[in-house]
DNA sequence: ACTCCAATTCAACGAGTGTTGAATTGTGCC
DNA sequence: GGCACAATTCAACACTCGTTGAATTGGAGT
């Protein structure tokens, strides 16, 4: 005798999940349990709908990701080219303090892309770190150029290499967004939040000062931050 | 009729394998895979043995890396603590540069390692990140400490943070490390090493310059690199 | 009212995982 | 020679994983 059926409700529910939605939770896994350690069956528990859904959405795990990707890293890059076309009338040193508060702006609060990308980039299995230079390596030009800029205007150093400056203010940036408020609760008890600002200020002053042709001058759009007492 | 047992060699083998063989091959593929993804039947296969073995050595996967971790950053920790101590007669700036030296000389072969650690520090699974915090951050400390004899003696502006000030110099020799090889051969055609030994010059300079109290006064310790021609 | 399709679920497959307990055997000691 | 023990392997357990094919159903269009 077979057994009953348990009947359970198959087919379209009320609430729809739309690809967002399964993008949402799919950022939400991978920021805890990286690329390989997310399940899609985590994933899913997560959106609230079948593993198996995610399949009619998207073509793979990794295509997923790729989605995930331009979702996250694509309005970074526009907004970066703006800032770095040549015409823009504000002062290098401003744009490139710019460019920290956007990489702020748009990660600041998506540990787990940034995360992933780096990793994928540091180990990178050629496939994956295809997909990642095409959409982040542009931007990485864009700076490059501006920093070009500088140095023709006389803001910056001649002795400057664009290449590993950019590398030095983006990577910067991004090691303090990712380490500072793990690391800066456990060494002095400041909570994260004020250390990743006093962090990002001080990193700017020291990059400058690094590249300025005039170092001391004052950076007047530098924010005052109220600093933490002991 | 039970199938006849194929009598395989159990026991002993005449080449013995020990734990430090074990962590070579652990090393190896943890760099490949990330903790998560490398699979102890793969380290095994590398190792040359079953997979149980490694149950007889160590308790668990967590605790083999544990002790890689111990094997690796180890010497790291004692290097720096010793070019820390206040008695040594070099210029703080001397001193930093050879701790950059020292990062690289550990740590410049052993991808995984770096990519596990800054991984782990990052996600942070409460308990890895503590057994990595109490042997990372002592060293940290003591470059702090230099800093602060920096600072006491004059070679270094007065409105330096150590604490932040050690973090930048770190991270950024270890994303140097880590990300140069696969970034420069794309973005510029350079040989990954030629690449990692130019970032860390160009570097330190900036770096220097961002907070010595006479940023430009030579630093003769810096060594000649041939540059690559295009 | 009927049809059709998009969205969803179910159930399963095969492969790979960390881990364990028992079995095996070479080696050195008495 | 006999014995204890350390080092090693085998076989299995109970999972979890990504993926797929078939089944199901609510709602839109006619």
């Known amino acids: ?21 399964l993008l949402d939770a799919a950022q939400a896994v991978f920021a805890i349990d990286g690329l390989q350690g997310a399940s899609l069956r985590a994933i899913a528990r997560r959106a609230g709908c079948d593993p198996a859904l995610i399949y009619y959405h998207f073509a793979s795990k990794e295509a997923m990701f790729e989605a995930l990707l331009d979702r996250t890293i694509g309005p970074v890059v526009t907004e970066l080219l703006g800032l770095c076309d040549s015409r823009d009338p504000r002062s290098v040193a401003e744009r490139l303090w710019l460019i920290v508060g956007i990489y702020h702006a748009h990660l600041g609060s998506n540990v787990g892309m940034r995360g992933l990308v780096r990793g994928e980039i540091v180990r990178g299995g050629e496939a994956i770190q295809e997909s990642i230079a095409k959409r982040v390596f542009p931007a990485l030009g864009a700076i490059g150029q501006l920093i070009r800029q500088g140095i023709e205007q006389g803001e910056i150093r001649e002795d400057t290499s664009p290449l590993f400056t950019t590398f030095f203010l983006v990577r910067m940036e991004l090691e303090i967004l990712d380490l500072i408020p793990v690391m800066a609760p456990r060494l002095s008890g400041m909570p994260g939040d004020l250390a990743v600002a006093l962090a990002e200020r001080a990193w700017f002053r020291l990059f400058w000062r690094g590249i300025a042709t005039r170092p001391e001058e004052a950076l007047p759009f530098l924010p005052d931050i109220e600093e933490a007492r002991p």
């Open 1 to 21: 005798m077979p057994i009953p059926p348990p009947a359970r409700s198959r087919g379209p529910k009320p609430t729809r999940v739309d690809p967002d939605q």
